[in-house]
Structure formats: C-alpha cells, structure tokens
C-alpha cells in the first residue's frame, strides 16, 4: 500500500477496471484519495483485491489528463480549449447539420462499457430518442457479444447463469480460453482455492496458462488445442458424452425441448466427430480428449467458465452454443456449483449490455422491433422510436467510409487502439465529419476527433456497475469531477442542445427510470442497494433480492434449446508465407490497451509486451530470448521483443496488447463472428522474424 497522508474519511466504492467487480473503501484527505483498501462486506471480493485495483486512484490525477473541453473545425488543425456551453453546442449543430445534410441515419453512437449503467442507458436514450437512430453499440462487439447471442438462443437470455460464490461447490472446472488467475485475479484467486480443495481442473486452452501447473494445483487434462477449433472440441466431448450414454437423460427430458436433443445428440454421435477424427484436426490426442468428456460428465458438479477465447472467433457464438449444450446435456444447469459462466472483461461489460446499448435492443435484451415494447419506451420518452435495427460498429465505420455515415458520438472507447483492422478504422474515421470523443485521455481515436468532452473517472460520479455475475453495485463519488461534468451530466447537456428533453437531477432517478421500463431490473432501485449492498438481476416482484442463479425451475426461454453446431474452419488459414497461427491474452498488472493502468503508481509491475515462441519455432527463425522480432500479417506488421518459451506449442505464438507501440491490431485480421461481428482477434495467421528493433 502506497500512503500519502493519514486518511480523514472513508468512500465504500467499486473498482472500474475488471468484471470481477471488486468493492473498496476509498480513504481521503479532502478531495485526495490517500489509499484504496478492498472492502472486507464486498461481496464479489470479500476483502480482497488485485494490484490493479489497489492503485487505480492513480489515473484520476495524472498529468495528461484533459480536464476542459476542446474543438475544432478540422482533425489537422491544432485543439481550442473552449467553456462547456460552446463545446455542447458546437457538438449539437454539427450533429444537427449532418442529420439534415446527410439524413436521420447518418450519426450514431458508442456507449462505454467503463461508465455507469446509468451513463450508458442515457447515451442509449439519447441516439433512439434523441438522434432517431438504433445507431449505438458498445465494446462487447468486440469482446462478449457471442455469448448475448449464444446464450439467449438456448437459454433465452445474455448472462452467466451463477454467481461466483457458486464455484466452491464446483467438483469439476471446466476453464476454456480464460486466464483468469491474471485476467480476473480476485476470482481466479478463489478458483485457486477451491481447486486446492480437490475440484478438478480441465483447461481448453493453446497456451499453458498458469492454472494447467502452479503451486498445489495441477490440471487433471490440459487441452491445447490449435487456434480456432473450439467447436471442434467441444463437439467431440459432446460426442463422447452421447456415444457413451453418460447424458443426463432425465433432466433433459424434464427441462428442455426433447426433439431438439434428439436431433443434436444424433448429429454429435455421427463418428466425424469422434475424438480420433478431431485430433487431426484440434491437435489433441483423443484419449485426452475422451478423459476430459467423461470426467466433466461424472465427476459431481461440472462448472464452466469461459473467456474471450471463446467468443473472439469467426465460430464465437457457435462455440458459446456448444458450451450450453454441454451444460444442457450433462444437467450441469440450474443448481449452485455448475452453469455457464462467461467471465465479462471490463467492469460494467455487462450493465452496457443491459441498459440496451445494441442496435437491435432495448434495455433487457428486447428487440426493438416489439411494438408493445417500443410503444413503453416511447410512452415514457414522449418521442416516436425506430423500429429498425441500427448499424453495428463495423457497419458504421463501412457506411463512413461509403460516405453514408458522418457523425459519432464515443463515450469511453479507443476504437483506433482496440477494434480489429486499425487501418480501417482509421479510414472511417477519417471519413466522417464530427467525431466527439468523450475521454479521461487524449487516446488514439481522438487522433480522427473535432471535439474531445473530457470525461470523470469513477471517482468523482455516483452510479452503479454490473459484474460478471450479475451484480449491481453502487459507485460512490469521493471526489468532485475534475473537469466540472459528471459523463452522465454531459450526456444530458448534450440531448437539451439537440433539442430531446431529459431531466434528472441525480442518477438515482435515471435507474428509478431503468427499473421502470427493464424488467429484470424492476426491483433495483438506491435505496435496495443501500440496504442490501448489491443485488444481482433478475431483481424484480418474483425475486425482490435478486438470483444468485438462474435456471433454476426452468429456463428463461421456458424449455432449453439444443442447437447443432457444425464446425467450419475459420478463413485466416496458415500457409508458406505465413505459417504461424498468433493468439493474444492479457497480465495481471496491466488492463487492456494500459490508458489507465499505464498512469497508475503500480508501475513497478508493469512489463512490455512481448511475443511468445516456442523454441522449436524460435530456433526454425534464428531469433533469440529478448530480441526484436518483425511480426508480420496479411494485414500489416509490427515489431515487438521475443520471449521463447515452451507455454505456447510449436506454430503458435502469442502476445499481450496493452502497450501502444505494441500495434498488435494491425496485424488481426478482419474476419468476424459470422452472428455478431466479434472481431477474429484470437487467430491470426503471422511470420516472425529477427529483426533490429522496431
Ligand atoms: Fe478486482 Fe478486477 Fe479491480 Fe482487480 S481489476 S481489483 S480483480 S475488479
């Protein structure tokens, strides 16, 4: 713990870096925060934290920080510092012109997964209402939007389906493409424990993550399968678990559509499935393979949890739909200690997702062509709704770049840094003629932006976050917004200037107007949250305090769907040129593209990032531990330092993305998940080579 000061009074808050959702009591002299200590009643850490959290305070007074406002005409000509009043209106008769110019359709927006429910439903708000557009999306296009898709197919609705105090009744851990031992510590730590207690481990991952072997823990299978063969995989366990009658007959027939497991369990038992066939084309060995089916299938509770492994494929969602149907068919669903659990990324992944920041969805996942539904929004709203889907953020960035698409409004998000294919992000936003980016930093998308609002950090707004379990949590203001506006109050300036009205003099009211017309949250409000210190949805007349698990007597949807999920190889094929297959992951101190933990006092932790080999591959290239390598890509190429090791397997190298420098997006290609355009960003087909530097 780094001090500065005694502390003079206390802040219970919410960390606002990972999904794990981590409460902390902020200590303050004044308006400074001397120390943040892990809240011993949080009930998604109780009492613990990581070092990310521990000196997130960091940011919030760093140096480069933008604390006014800034315009101006042209993305070549230099900033203007300009008072709030002129940056609202200025950001409001260009949006204004443009929709006259160019039509209804041609601005949109970006909700940001590191503000608040409150903060993302109004944005939402403000581009169905206020714009008269479904043009906003959020970042879970890029990271969780397979598991929305994957998961209300077969269970009717978009989240993990425990809480994660579930995991210590788990017998069997069934962790595919996830890291969380450094990608969601606090969790991981009591995955750890639980494993310590003697649960087994079965991890699908290319590379050997920490938990395959660290101290007391021993994987009982590691699966290392190639990059992008997922559904290959989980479809020969599915195989097994058929074929070998070790299917929970009885559960299935009570809780899900029995013609529909019928028709999968046919198309599993089929022997181009069998393990001996999917060796060939996964690279593992079919006896591993066979164990792993049959110990997640008998070995008591089998809980599965998942990351950005899973869903970051051409195959994302088929695979989130594979893993539910193994839930579905062994019975692991329903009960503490088994479900599937998507381990969500940033801190409030899951509240943008909620509050309705898709093109196609209200808040509560409800598509926007629902006449009774639309007609309660616009009851409410007092203005005529769309009842068409509006454009993705690849969409977007494709009808800009057509000339169709002219303004944007980017809460919270560097989509030059982290969406797939920078050079075309660059050229859509290059294209438009008013991007606003509201920021703590000057990132990189504001590189493209003609006005840049500065945003607040968590510290300085009341709110609330949404974890990976579901639950709803209070942020608490410690300090007062260093740049005079809350995101929320922001939001809200700018929907007057365009002319929408929306009133609200706290964000208590906005989540009163939440629960109001969301419901799954029709029984959150400030004052449970007080009482009950987070609550996890659904929260509503059926379940007043919440459901720590869901599925419980029966599926959201009624009856759970198996759905057939044939494998298809991905097109970013190896080949002479480039024979390589890259993956990308993340460390411990570091938090995504690094713009906040990069200006935190735990620099001491912090690392570049490097690219690991094999040393088969390493040899094969001449390239030596610590030196510059060149990695190139169909898509462009980079250059970053080599750490051979033999975590990765032969012909396939992996790297973390959290240094700027390191650019690893140009080298991804442009392929996506072929329901939600999540970009391909785990298999990439690369060459390496020792170069001088970059
Ligand atoms: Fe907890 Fe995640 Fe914050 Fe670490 S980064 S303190 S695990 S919420």
């Not at 899951?350 to 898709?358: L, P, T, V």
């Not at 930093?441 to 006005?451: D, G, K, P, Q």
């Not at 750490?643 to 442009?670: M, S």
Request: with cysteine; net charge negative.
């Amino acid at each position: 713990v780094i001090e500065i000061g005694q502390p003079e009074h206390s802040v219970i808050t919410t960390c606002a870096y990972c999904g794990v959702g981590c409460t902390f009591k902020a200590e303050m002299r004044g308006n400074e925060v001397v120390r943040m200590v892990p809240w011993k009643d949080g009930k998604a850490n109780r009492g613990h934290s990581c070092v990310k959290g521990r000196f997130a305070w960091g940011y919030a007074s760093h140096k480069e920080r933008i604390l006014n406002p800034m315009i101006r005409a042209s993305i070549t000509d230099p900033w203007r510092e300009v008072s709030w009043e002129e940056a609202i209106a200025y950001t409001a008769s260009e949006f204004k012109r443009i929709q006259a110019r160019y039509g209804r359709l041609s601005i949109g927006g970006i909700t940001s997964s590191r503000c608040t429910n409150e903060e993302t439903f109004l944005v939402q708000k403000l581009i169905r209402g206020g714009f008269g557009n479904n043009n906003v999306d959020t970042c879970a296009r890029v990271c969780h939007s397979p598991t929305g898709y994957g998961l209300s197919q077969t269970y009717g609705t978009s989240a993990g389906t425990q809480d994660f105090d579930s995991v210590e009744q788990a017998d069997v851990i069934l962790l595919i493409g996830a890291n969380p031992t450094d990608a969601h510590p606090v969790f991981g730590s009591r995955m750890k424990k639980r494993l310590r207690e003697g649960a087994k481990l079965i991890v699908v991952d290319p590379r050997r993550i920490d938990l395959v072997r660290t101290p007391h823990v021993e994987a009982a299978h590691h699966l290392p399968l190639k990059p992008g063969t997922n559904v290959a995989v989980l479809t020969a366990m599915a195989h097994v678990i058929v074929t070998e009658g070790l299917a929970d007959e009885a559960f299935v027939r009570e809780r899900c559509d029995w013609d529909e497991f019928q028709d999968w369990a046919s198309f599993v038992a089929d022997p181009r499935h069998s393990p001996e066939a999917i060796e060939a084309v996964s690279g593992v060995p079919a006896a591993d393979l066979r164990a792993a089916a049959r110990l997640y299938a008998t070995g008591g509770n089998g809980a599965i949890y998942y990351g950005l492994g899973v869903t970051e494929h051409s195959q994302g969602s088929t695979t989130v739909m594979a893993i539910a149907n193994l839930a579905m068919a062994t019975g692991n669903i329903g009960r503490p200690g088994v479900g599937v659990n998507p381990l969500r990324g940033q801190n409030n992944v899951q509240g943008a997702c909620d509050m309705g920041s898709f093109p196609h969805e209200f808040s509560g996942y409800r598509h926007v062509s629902g006449d009774e539904t639309r007609q309660l929004f616009e009851s409410l709203w007092g203005v005529p709704l769309d009842s068409e889907p509006g454009l993705r953020i690849p969409n977007m960035l494709d009808a800009a770049v057509d000339g169709v698409f002219k303004g944007l409004y980017v809460q919270g998000e560097d989509i030059l840094q982290s969406d797939p294919d920078t050079r075309h992000v660059a050229a859509g936003l290059a294209a438009m003629e008013c991007v606003v980016v509201q920021d703590l930093f000057l990132n990189e998308t504001a590189n493209y932006a003609h006005v840049f609002l500065p945003g607040s950090t968590f510290l300085e707004k009341d709110g609330t976050f949404t974890n990976a379990e579901r639950r709803i949590q209070r942020v608490r203001k410690v300090m007062p917004s260093k740049s005079g506006k809350a995101d929320w109050e922001i939001t809200l300036a700018l929907a007057h200037a365009m002319g929408f009205n929306m009133n609200y003099a706290h964000p208590s009211e906005i989540m009163d107007e939440i629960a109001r017309l969301t419901p799954s949250f029709a029984g959150v409000s400030y004052a449970k949250l007080e009482a009950e210190g987070s609550v996890q949805w659904p929260c509503n007349e059926k379940a007043p305090l919440g459901t720590p698990v869901m599925h419980i007597d029966g599926f959201v949807r009624g009856k759970g769907r198996f759905m057939v999920t044939e494998y298809v190889a991905t097109d970013e094929r190896t080949g002479p040129r480039f024979p390589l297959l890259l993956t990308t992951g993340r460390i411990l101190s570091q938090y995504n593209v690094g713009a906040q933990t990069r200006r935190t006092e735990n620099v001491v932790w912090h690392e570049e990032d490097r690219l690991e080999m094999h040393p088969h591959d390493a040899e094969q290239r001449g390239v030596q531990d610590g030196q510059w390598v060149k990695l190139a890509s169909r898509s462009g190429e980079t250059s970053l330092r080599a750490l051979i090791t033999e975590r990765v397997a032969p012909g396939v190298v992996y790297t973390t993305f959290h240094h700027p420098g390191t650019q690893a997006n140009v080298v991804t290609t442009d392929f996506s998940d072929w329901a939600t355009n999540c970009p391909e960003y785990k298999v990439t087909a690369v060459q390496v080579s020792a170069s001088n530097g970059p």
